[in-house]
C-alpha cells in the first residue's frame, strides 16, 4: 500500500471512530478556504520488544520517513521518537511508548499477557497500524484499574492501534490567525479544550504552540459488555521559524487530552 494511500486510511479509521473529528473539521473548513494540512498523526504503544515503537516505526521507514529525534517524558514514563518524510507534504509521524518496568508488577503482567495475544504475523502488515485491539478485550474493572495507574495504559489496551490524534497545521491557515482564535470558535460551538498547562501550551520563543480538544466518550466493547470511555482528540499546531520538532513539556500536557480529569 502506497504511504499516502495509507495515510489516508489511518484518517478514515479514526474520524470515523471519532464522529465529533469530523464535527470540528467542517468547523474550521466552514471559516477556513485554504486546504487543511494536518502537521502530525500520533500513535501509542508500550516498550514491549514485540511492540516497541521501533516495531510500529517500520512501516514508516520503509516508506521514506526518517526518524528525526528521541523525546522523553519523565513524569508521563514515556519515550517517543518522531519521524519527517522527504516529502514536506506529507505530515509529521509521532510514535510515543510507556514504560513498563516503571509500573506495578500487576498492570505489566496484563499489559504483557495481552501483547503475547497478538499474531506476530498481523504486526508486519501496516493495516494493524489502524486496526484496533489485536487481542481479546479485556474486561471494564480491569480497565478502570489500570486507569488508576495510567490514562495512557488503559487508553491503548481499550483502543489498540489507531492513530491517536491528527493535527490541524493553523500555521497553513488563512483566516485562522493563532490558536486563541481557533481555541475560542471551537469553545463557543460546545468543544472543551484541553486546560492542563493552559489552552494553550508552548511559545513562538519555543517554535511550537499547540492547544488540542479533550476527546469525547465513545462506546467500545469490553468483554464485559460496551462502556463509555474517551476516544481520540484533534489537536492543532502553530509553528514558528521553520520548527520541526516538539516540546516535551508541552506534550506532557497535550497526552492528557485523553484522560476522564486534566490535570492543572
Same mark, same amino acid.
Given at each position: 500500500m502506497k504511504i499516502e494511500d495509507f495515510l489516508i486510511k489511518m484518517?478514515?479509521?479514526?474520524?470515523?471512530?471519532?464522529?465529533?473529528?469530523?464535527?470540528?473539521?467542517?468547523?474550521?473548513?466552514? #471559516?477556513?478556504?485554504?486546504?487543511?494540512?494536518?502537521?502530525?498523526?500520533?500513535?501509542?504503544?508500550?516498550?514491549?520488544? #514485540?511492540?516497541?515503537?521501533?516495531?510500529?516505526?517500520?512501516?514508516?521507514?520503509?516508506?521514506?520517513?526518517?526518524?528525526?529525534?528521541?523525546?522523553?517524558?519523565?513524569?508521563?514514563?514515556?519515550?517517543?521518537t518522531y519521524y519527517i518524510h522527504s516529502n514536506p507534504s506529507l505530515p509529521?509521524?509521532?510514535?510515543?511508548?510507556?514504560?513498563?518496568?516503571?509500573?506495578?508488577?500487576?498492570?505489566?503482567?496484563?499489559?504483557? #499477557?495481552?501483547?503475547?495475544?497478538?499474531?506476530?504475523?498481523?504486526?508486519?502488515?501496516?493495516?494493524?497500524?489502524?486496526?484496533?485491539?489485536?487481542?481479546?478485550?479485556?474486561?471494564?474493572?480491569?480497565?478502570?484499574?489500570?486507569?488508576?495507574e495510567s490514562d495512557y495504559a488503559s487508553w491503548v489496551l481499550a483502543m489498540g492501534y489507531i492513530a491517536n490524534h491528527f493535527t490541524v497545521s493553523v500555521t497553513d491557515c488563512s483566516y485562522f490567525k493563532n490558536l486563541s482564535q481557533l481555541n475560542n470558535y471551537l469553545k463557543e460551538n460546545g468543544f472543551e479544550i484541553n486546560s492542563s498547562g493552559g489552552e494553550i501550551k508552548g511559545s513562538e520563543k519555543q517554535g511550537l504552540e499547540q492547544s488540542s480538544i479533550m476527546s469525547k466518550e465513545i462506546l467500545v466493547d469490553f468483554s464485559d459488555g460496551l462502556y463509555n470511555v474517551p476516544g481520540c482528540y484533534y489537536e492543532f499546531a502553530y509553528r514558528y521559524n521553520n520548527f520541526n520538532g516538539f516540546i516535551t513539556q508541552s506534550a506532557n500536557h497535550i497526552f492528557e487530552s485523553t484522560n476522564e480529569k486534566t490535570e492543572n
Open positions: 484518517w478514515k479509521d479514526y474520524s470515523e471512530l471519532n464522529p465529533h473529528i469530523i464535527k470540528v473539521l467542517q468547523l474550521i473548513k466552514n #471559516k477556513e478556504p485554504n486546504k487543511i494540512i494536518n502537521d502530525h498523526i500520533a500513535l501509542r504503544t508500550f516498550n514491549h520488544k #514485540k511492540i516497541n515503537r521501533h516495531i510500529l516505526s517500520k512501516y514508516f521507514v520503509e516508506n521514506g520517513y526518517k526518524p528525526i529525534e528521541d523525546l522523553f517524558f519523565t513524569k508521563k514514563k514515556l519515550k517517543a509529521r509521524i509521532f510514535i510515543s511508548e510507556l514504560l513498563l518496568e516503571n509500573f506495578s508488577d500487576s498492570l505489566q503482567q496484563i499489559i504483557n #499477557k495481552k501483547i503475547e495475544e497478538i499474531d506476530a504475523e498481523l504486526i508486519s502488515n501496516p493495516i494493524f497500524l489502524s486496526s484496533g485491539i489485536p487481542w481479546n478485550p479485556i474486561d471494564f474493572e480491569t480497565y478502570k484499574n489500570i486507569q488508576k
